[in-house]
C-alpha cells in the first residue's frame, strides 16, 4: 500500500509540474504579444480645447437638457436694482421709490444642447414718495419779491403688470395715489401723468438685470 501511495503522489507531482510549467509559457508568450504601455505625453493646445468642460452639470456633459432655478438671485438683484432707481423731479413736485412692495416671479437658466438659454417672469410693485406743489405764495418784502409753496407728501405705487425676458419694450407702469381729499382731482390726474416718466428708468434698470441675467 506504501508503494502505491508513493506512485500516486509521484504521478500527482508530474502532473502540478506540467501545469506550473504549462502557465509560465502561456504567461511568457502573452506578456512577449502585449503591447506596450502607454508613455506620458504632453497635451497641445488644441488638446486642451477639446477636452474643455461643457456648458452645465458634471453628470449633463453631453448638455441635452438642464434647467437651473434661478430665482432667489433674479429676485434679490431686482430689488437692489429698482431700490437704486432714486428720485425723479417733475412738474406737479417730486416722487422718490422708496421700496419694492411686491416682486413676485420666477427666472431659469436652460442648457439645451450645449447652449445657454435664460427666462424668466416677473410682477412688480414699487412704493413711492410724492411731495406735491399744493400752491405757491409771491410776497415783497423791503422792496425783493420772495416765493414761498406750500407742499403736500402723499403715497402712492407704480404697478407693472407681468412681463417676461425680451418684453422690455412693451412694459407698462400703472400709477396709483392714497386718497387725499386736500388735492384736487386735477392735481392728481397730473401726478399720475407726472409719474408715467419714472417708466424709461425702470425699463434701463431691468435692460441691465437682463444682460446680467444672460452673463450669468
Do not use: H
Not at 8 to 20: F, I, P
Not at 158 to 165: A, K, T, Y
Amino acid at each position: 500500500e506504501s508503494e502505491e501511495r508513493r506512485e500516486r503522489l509521484s504521478k500527482l507531482m508530474e502532473e502540478e509540474k506540467k501545469k506550473e510549467g504549462s502557465y509560465r509559457y502561456w504567461v511568457r508568450e502573452a506578456t512577449a504579444d502585449a503591447a506596450p504601455p502607454p508613455q506620458p505625453q504632453k497635451l497641445t493646445n488644441n488638446d486642451v480645447a477639446s477636452n474643455a468642460p461643457a456648458l452645465g452639470s458634471l453628470w449633463n456633459q453631453a448638455g441635452t437638457w438642464e434647467e437651473k432655478n434661478i430665482t432667489k438671485w433674479a429676485t434679490d438683484r431686482l430689488k437692489e436694482l429698482l431700490g437704486s432707481v432714486g428720485s425723479l423731479q417733475f412738474s406737479s413736485g417730486k416722487a422718490e421709490i422708496i421700496d419694492v412692495n411686491r416682486c413676485v416671479g420666477d427666472a431659469f437658466l436652460v442648457t439645451v444642447r450645449n447652449k445657454k438659454r435664460v427666462g424668466y417672469t416677473y410682477e412688480l410693485s414699487l412704493k413711492v414718495q410724492v411731495v406735491v406743489r399744493v400752491n405757491a405764495t409771491y410776497f415783497s418784502y423791503s422792496g425783493e419779491w420772495s416765493f414761498e409753496e406750500d407742499t403736500k407728501k402723499v403715497k402712492g405705487s407704480l404697478d407693472i403688470p407681468e412681463f417676461s425676458f425680451g418684453e422690455l419694450d412693451d412694459l407698462e407702469v400703472n400709477v396709483k395715489l392714497s386718497e387725499d381729499k386736500e388735492l384736487s382731482q386735477q392735481l392728481k390726474q397730473q401726478v399720475r401723468l407726472d409719474m408715467k416718466q419714472f417708466l424709461e428708468p425702470i425699463r434701463l434698470k431691468l435692460g441691465q438685470f437682463e444682460q446680467e441675467l444672460k452673463d450669468r
